[in-house]
């Protein structure tokens, strides 16, 4: 990529639909882990209409009452208005959830069987995740993410107060940023869509938006006069959510990480419990990157791991940072440094990381990483001086 260019990432409201079923299944995995933090869960869950299905797999000696814990989810996300066609007391529930299938299941617990190489806890299944931090924000994540997550965020937080009646759960952000020698110079395009009642004029919602909104959000030397505003470019939004669209968990794979700007391994976070390394190792990938920056070994960095079910080491772990290393620091030195610091295990990661507490609906909406709750471990930069010590 030239050092010169352009770079957008969006995110999406709590109303999205994808989002409510992100929510609803992150709430399940809580309900579960608080009552049982063994509990093995991987829930999905789909909205359309006045309609939820919960499903997937789920083994624990929690007793979760999924109808009431989906309508809780809702209610929280703000769909409790009268005209609200998928409303918190109105929708039908479906419950189609099983327990985890025994052959996935012998492979994840710490014991033998026939044909597993290793009797400790395995992968919960096979697949490859990244990690990636960089210096662009206080946050170390890339700016057009963080800033359209901010953006969704305090919308959000104004509807919640009840101040402005118009507003309504749905709502998706966008930021473009230029970027000029590879650094952040100024936001080019920010677009907003939220959903409004029915009786809100666009130029009030668009007012609103930007000197409301965007303004008091944003770094103020990034908004220029060139900058653009987009606000309900379709110029209405009243049906939204599950009315207007299908909803699904773990369509929002690249809202949930880093806007695009960091790959992702293709698997969804929402709903599954950390013996998934889907979840766990892409948080522990996110750990590992943020503290190689905050160590000031590199100023982006992105770290791979692969898996393979059942068994308990990486079958790789790759470290780049872009050209960014520290000079007479190479990306094999971090790596080697990466490997003597940390243990990319299962069973060590959901240690390290203290994995096995009701803290996954902190992380569905506005980004899984980037957060300063210190709730999310992954965020903490405690191993940066150890980092430092073991280059050589």
């Known amino acids: 990529m030239s050092k010169n260019y352009i770079f957008s990432s969006e995110s999406v409201g709590e109303g999205h639909p994808d989002k409510v079923c992100d929510t609803i299944s992150d709430y399940v995995l809580d309900a579960c882990l608080a009552q049982d933090k063994f509990s093995r869960v991987a829930c999905e869950t789909y909205a359309k209409c006045n309609l939820v299905v919960v499903g997937g797999e789920i ?47 012998q492979g994840v617990d710490a014991r033998a069987a026939d044909g597993k190489e290793k009797a400790e806890q395995g992968a919960g299944d096979q697949g490859l995740m990244f990690g990636y931090a960089c210096n662009e924000t206080p946050e170390l994540m890339p700016a057009p993410i963080m800033y359209a997550h901010q953006l969704g965020a305090e919308l959000t937080r104004i509807r919640k107060t009840g101040k402005v009646a118009w507003l309504r759960p749905d709502a998706k952000s966008q930021v473009s940023v230029r970027y ?17 009642s029915a009786d809100v004029k666009h130029k009030t919602i668009k007012d609103f938006c930007i000197e409301n909104v965007i303004k008091p959000t944003l770094p103020k030397h990034l908004l220029t006069k060139n900058t653009k505003f987009l606000i309900n470019p379709t110029g209405r939004f009243v049906v939204g959510g599950p009315q207007g669209d299908t909803g699904l968990t773990g369509r ?11 790959r992702h391994g293709g698997g969804a976070f ?11 190792a892409a948080y522990m990938g996110r750990y590992v990157a943020k503290n190689i920056v905050a160590a000031g070994l590199a100023t982006s960095a992105e770290i791979q791991f692969a ?36 243990s990319f295990k299962p069973a060590n990661i959901i240690k390290q990381l203290n994995l096995l507490r009701p803290i996954y609906a902190k992380t569905t909406n506005y980004g899984h990483f980037g957060k300063s709750d210190p709730a999310l471990t992954w965020e903490k930069t405690d191993k940066a001086a150890a980092l430092r010590k073991a280059v050589k």
């Open 59 to 105: 083994t624990t000696k929690a007793k979760p009452d999924f109808n009431a814990i989906a309508r809780q989810a809702i209610r929280d996300i703000g769909y409790t208005n009268d005209d609200d066609v998928f409303h918190a007391d109105r929708v039908l529930i479906m419950n189609a959830i099983t327990s985890q299938s025994p052959d996935i299941a």
């Open 180 to 196: 000029e020698n590879d650094q952040p110079v100024e936001i080019t395009n920010i677009v907003i869509s939220t959903q409004h």
């Open 252 to 262: 929002k794979i690249i809202v949930d990480s880093y806007g695009g700007m960091g």
């Open 270 to 280: 929402s709903g599954k419990d950390p013996s998934k390394v889907d979840r766990s």
């Open 307 to 342: 898996y393979a079910i059942g068994y308990p080491d990486p079958v790789s772990v790759c470290v780049n940072t872009f050209g960014t290393a520290k000079d007479g620091i190479t990306d094999e030195m971090i790596e080697r440094a990466v490997c003597e610091v940390f």
